[in-house]
């Protein structure tokens, strides 16, 4: 795998009212590479935080079995009314992957909902109720990953999509964080650098951590 990509960040579908308010989606293409590097058709792919679908969509296209889990309900019924597998998705919550009787995966590919260090609202709960703080997020982040461990084949990788923050002149240096919170329960591979054509978050580039579990 290359070490750094330059993609266009575009969506071949606009999204329905009111999920267009707050597109995140990272482009199809970055998926395809992954896919393409790491996995074959047939093998079972894993996104904990399915969001908007790319990860499901990209892997059904392509011959994979998308799974996903996702905690809000407009999102899952929007994934849901495009995937053929629409049993494939659970709605649900991510910090609890260990009970929700998912399968063994060889390949899990994600974007984790961000927070910046002043945040005071919980991305874990879709942004809906209040959190611990920073560092509370980062420990919840590495339980989850802890669960996702376990439910990974022997040999799988792991590849976390991530960007360091910068809002207001202060950075929230959230790919780096998200790394070695990770790295606590996995094993580091490495990063792949992806610079966008545009991107938010204050930087035209973001990360994808690469993780193997022995």
């Avoid at 990509?5 to 293409?29: C, G, I, K, M, T």
């Avoid at 992957?97 to 919980?122: H, K, Q, R, V, W």
Wanted: aromatic residues 12%; proline residues 6%; charged residues 25%.
């Amino acid at each position: 795998m290359k070490s750094f990509l330059y993609l266009e960040n575009s969506q071949p579908e606009a999204l329905p009212e009111p999920l267009d308010r707050d597109d995140v989606r990272y482009a199809p293409a970055l998926v395809r590479c992954f896919l393409e590097e790491y996995t074959r058709p047939g093998d079972r792919v894993l996104d904990p935080f399915a969001g908007l679908g790319t990860t499901l969509f990209v892997a059904e296209a392509m011959g994979r079995i998308p799974y996903g889990v996702e905690l809000s309900e407009e999102k899952v019924a929007y994934v849901r009314s495009r995937l053929k597998q629409t049993e494939s998705l659970i709605q649900g919550d991510s910090r609890r992957l260990a009970s929700l009787g998912l399968p063994a995966f060889d390949f899990c590919m994600t974007s984790p909902p961000f927070m910046t260090i002043e945040d005071d609202t919980d991305p874990l709960s879709d942004y809906t109720a209040s959190g611990g703080g920073y560092r509370a997020y980062l420990q919840e982040m590495r339980g989850v990953f802890a669960q996702l461990r376990a439910l990974v084949k022997a040999g799988g990788r792991v590849v976390v999509e991530v960007s360091n923050l910068k809002q207001y002149g202060r950075v929230t240096p959230l790919a780096w964080d998200l790394a070695g919170e990770i790295s606590r329960v996995m094993h580091f591979e490495g990063e792949v650098v992806v610079c966008w054509d545009h991107y938010d978050y204050g930087y035209d580039h973001s990360y994808c951590l690469v993780y193997s579990v022995m």
